[in-house]
């Protein structure tokens, strides 16, 4: 068991992911996100429980792979893979969109 099991996080986060994963998107929306509770763009995927809060970054790989339109996303695939990038002015892992 990963340590992670125990409490979870509310969101999809690089250490979910073993090298690159196709995955098929199944909605995407919005939801309040984080401890000031901004409201962002998620994508939830058939593969895991829960959601993926979208980067502007991930947000145009998806769209250069699946157009503009986010309602015919539902269906497709995504390949994720787990990478870093720097935050705050410190390096962080992240979670990224592979251009196929």
């Known amino acids: 068991m990963r340590a992670n099991d125990l409490c979870p996080p509310p969101h999809l986060e690089a250490a979910d ?12 929306g919005h939801a309040e996100v984080g401890e000031e509770k901004a409201k962002k763009g998620i994508i939830l995927f058939k593969e895991f429980p829960r959601s993926m809060v979208v980067n502007r ?17 539902v269906g497709k695939t995504v390949t994720l893979f787990p990478s870093e990038t720097d935050f705050a002015g410190r390096t962080v892992p992240c979670i990224r969109v592979r251009i196929i």
């Open 17 to 28: 992911l073993d090298g690159d994963t196709e995955v098929t998107v199944k909605s995407v």
């Open 57 to 73: 970054t991930n947000l145009r790989r998806i769209a250069t792979q699946h157009g503009e339109e986010t309602d015919k996303w």
